[in-house]
């Protein structure tokens, strides 16, 4: 595959350079590459299989822009808005009326009067809220972004074409801070904290000052840098002296690389805040996680996406300078703390942003859409209510089924509530299936072809038939197989929606082979659902606090000489686990939550919920079940995750 590259590279002043630097690194390995940072005199896009398009808004992305509007492929968009990169292109170069025409396709009729009234006149910058995506969306063959934010924004501009959410590439630099820190005269113990990049007043600067010069109140050895070009609107030096903060902050201008690492790396802590966004994804931010550094950052848009035990996440309602206050408080106190979150972090950018798999994933991507194969997601169905009185009369209490069922039956109406809806042409499987819900996949949810499989001997099929209370019938043929072993009785991409519910916890020895199979008979865009009980949960933290083991079902089964005993807990996971097995079985996780597992009394909890929050732990998915979804986006990306095999 050979593709046309266009994006700023250092020397270039640009976040989006240096993440473009990386990048190639990586994606060379995997493509034969033609890198543009400025307008070629001539192109001929007919040698390469597509172009990619690096864009952001600022003027340094001027040609990206232009190139992409000439020659259609695909772009990557760093932030949700293009405004200032558009008025350069028309406004700066003396063009009026091509930036009134950008308005108006944008924002219509009304966006235009605003422009040509208030924005035309003066001769100033535009000020007026609108993205100006349309005409290069419109344009586009297919779009990269970093977050669920933008993608979604990218839809409400009215683009069809395919979107690939593909995490923003993170640094893990060893860089030790010392040299820095001697640099400033501050010895190793000085709390020291930082603000970096392009230092605009949208990224909560005057608040964080005020901020920290009550946290020096109290200790007053602690320090601030702030490194990088201080905006023309931000009055930087006279708001740190009129402050009192001479002393205990220090401007820095623009860094080169090597120092801006190095200053990254003498600090405890970093401040990653901003308010208003736009969707966009912070290079700081991802090199500062990848350092371990614990990070407060604004919980909105894109932000608001990252995990809550990685960083510190700020209203930006009127409690965010206390809050700042507080976790700078925090972390000077108990540092502790920051240790324990820059680990997680470290980890996390290790697993989810590492360069290698952010370009295997370009690549994949890259040659779907050159191919024609790249996947559209629609907008999904509304969801179904499926009543827990329908599953339930569907089951019998000669059998015990009717008893299972009521204890179940919260899990049971959640399983269907998360299952996407499908259609005539559809196909479901439910592994391990039991025909409590399997009936409800025909009958509510609407696929036209539903089939149910079980452990036993590769080959096996039996054919069932049921009857509700209602006198209603469902019939479906149950496969017989080793989940772990054998190759699935079916055909590749073969199946809308595959359920693999109360399974995956039994499984002993390869739980990759079944979600590598699973990967192979899932078509494309289709889903998988599985539900499993979370040893994270809270009911599992106060066993394992007061003596107890930490699974829902640690029993071994007593030996059943007259029959085949039910198959034990071989392994219960976490919330987190089971995201990052979706991730490496191809799988982008579009819905996980917990919640109730078991319909049966529970004891009060309180007290776990008050350790958590004393000990600033996620308190998020500490219910007994999981219930994660995930849309097929490609092959198995690991057979063996490090996480899961010895």
């Known amino acids: 595959m050979r593709l046309a590259f266009f994006s700023p590279?250092?020397?270039?002043?640009?976040?989006?350079?240096?993440?473009?630097?990386?990048?190639?690194?990586?994606?060379?390995?995997?493509?034969?590459?033609?890198?543009?940072?400025?307008?070629?005199?001539?192109?001929?896009?007919?040698?390469?299989?597509?172009?990619?398009?690096?864009?952001?808004?600022?003027?340094?992305?001027?040609?990206?822009y232009e190139a992409a509007m000439q020659h259609p492929g695909i772009v990557v968009l760093h932030e949700a808005n293009l405004h200032h990169l558009v008025a350069d292109l028309t406004i700066k170069r003396g063009n009026w009326d091509a930036y009134l025409k950008e308005v108006e396709v944008d924002g219509g009729?009304?966006?235009?009067?605003?422009?040509?009234?208030?924005?035309?006149?003066?001769?100033?910058?535009?000020?007026?809220?609108?993205?100006?995506?349309?005409?290069?969306?419109?344009?586009?063959?297919?779009?990269?972004?970093?977050?669920?934010?933008?993608?979604?924004?990218?839809?409400?501009?009215?683009?069809k074409g395919p979107i690939a959410k593909i995490p923003h590439g993170a640094w893990t630099v060893d860089t030790d801070g010392s040299p820095w820190r001697a640099k400033l005269g501050l010895a190793a113990n000085v709390p020291l904290f930082g603000i970096f990049g392009f230092l605009k007043p949208y990224k909560r600067i005057a608040e964080s000052l005020r901020a920290f010069r009550r946290v020096i109140a109290e200790h007053p050895e602690a320090r601030l840098i702030l490194v990088g070009e201080a905006h023309p609107e931000?009055?930087?030096?006279?708001?740190?002296?009129?402050l009192g903060l001479g002393a205990h902050a220090r401007h820095i201008d623009y860094a080169p690389i090597e120092d801006f690492n190095g200053y990254l790396a003498a600090c405890n802590a970093i401040l990653n805040l901003r308010y208003p966004t736009v969707g966009e994804t912070s290079g700081t931010l991802l090199r500062s996680l990848g350092m371990g550094k614990p990070v407060l950052i604004s919980e909105i848009g894109s932000f608001s996406e990252y995990p809550d035990d990685i960083c510190l996440k700020v209203p930006v309602d009127a409690s965010e300078e206390e809050h700042i206050y507080e976790y700078l408080k925090l972390l000077v106190e108990r540092p502790e703390v920051g240790r324990a979150l820059g680990l997680q972090a470290r980890k996390w950018v290790e697993r989810e942003c590492n360069w290698p798999s952010v370009a295997q994933r370009y690549a994949e991507f890259a040659h779907a859409v050159a191919n024609g194969t790249a996947q559209i997601v629609e907008t999904p169905p509304a969801p179904v209510d499926v009543p827990a009185e329908y599953i339930l009369s569907w089951t019998k209490e000669e059998d015990g089924s009717r008893?299972?069922?009521?204890?179940?039956?919260?899990?049971?109406?959640?399983?269907?509530?998360?299952?996407?809806?499908?259609?005539?042409?559809?196909?479901?499987l439910e592994m391990g299936a039991y025909?409590?819900?399997?009936?409800?996949?025909?009958?509510?949810?609407?696929?036209?072809?539903?089939?149910?499989?079980?452990?036993?001997?590769?080959?096996?099929?039996?054919?069932?038939?049921?009857?509700?209370?209602?006198?209603e019938t469902f019939d479906c043929d149950i496969d017989h197989f080793d989940a772990e072993q054998d190759p699935f009785p079916y055909e590749d991409n073969s199946f809308a929606t595959v359920l693999c519910c109360e399974l995956?916890?039994?499984?002993?020895?390869?739980?990759?082979?079944?979600?590598?199979?699973?990967?192979?008979?899932?078509?494309?865009?289709?889903?998988?659902?599985?539900?499993?009980?979370?040893?994270?949960?809270?009911?599992?933290?106060a066993g394992i606090l007061q003596g107890y083991h930490p699974m829902l079902f640690p029993a071994y089964i007593k030996p059943n000489p007259g029959g085949d005993p039910d198959p034990r807990h071989a392994r219960e996971y976490t919330p987190r686990e089971l995201e990052a097995l979706f991730q490496n079985s191809g799988f982008e996780v579009?819905?996980?939550e917990t919640g109730p597992f078991l319909d049966e009394p529970t004891?009060?909890?309180?007290w776990v919920e008050h350790l958590l929050d004393t000990y600033i732990l996620d308190p998020k998915h500490r219910g007994d079940g999981i219930y994660i979804v995930g849309r097929k986006t490609g092959p198995i990306r690991q057979r063996y995750p490090d996480w899961l095999y010895s």
Not at 234 to 242: C, F, K, T
Not at 514 to 541: C, F, K, Q, W, Y
């Open 9 to 64: 590279l250092p020397p270039a002043r640009s976040g989006i350079a240096d993440y473009s630097e990386e990048l190639l690194l990586h994606l060379r390995k995997l493509a034969e590459i033609d890198t543009f940072s400025e307008q070629p005199a001539v192109f001929d896009p007919a040698g390469y299989d597509t172009c990619v398009y690096q864009l952001g808004n600022n003027p340094f992305h001027t040609f990206a």
């Open 109 to 159: 009729a009304e966006a235009l009067a605003y422009a040509k009234r208030y924005v035309q006149p003066v001769r100033r910058g535009p000020d007026y809220d609108l993205p100006l995506l349309t005409s290069i969306l419109r344009r586009s063959k297919a779009v990269i972004v970093h977050s669920e934010t933008v993608a979604q924004v990218v839809r409400q501009r009215g683009f």
């Open 234 to 242: 931000l009055p930087l030096a006279n708001l740190i002296s009129s």
């Open 403 to 428: 008893g299972y069922a009521k204890t179940h039956q919260t899990r049971l109406k959640k399983t269907l509530d998360v299952t996407p809806p499908g259609g005539p042409g559809d196909r479901a």
């Open 435 to 471: 025909l409590q819900i399997t009936p409800a996949l025909r009958t509510k949810l609407g696929y036209g072809e539903v089939r149910g499989c079980y452990f036993g001997t590769l080959g096996k099929v039996d054919h069932r038939t049921v009857t509700s209370e209602d006198g």
């Open 504 to 541: 995956i916890e039994h499984l002993p020895t390869d739980p990759m082979h079944m979600m590598s199979e699973l990967n192979r008979i899932i078509r494309p865009g289709g889903h998988l659902v599985i539900t499993t009980p979370n040893v994270a949960s809270l009911r599992a933290l």
């Open 590 to 592: 579009t819905l996980l």
């Open 603 to 606: 004891p009060d909890l309180r």
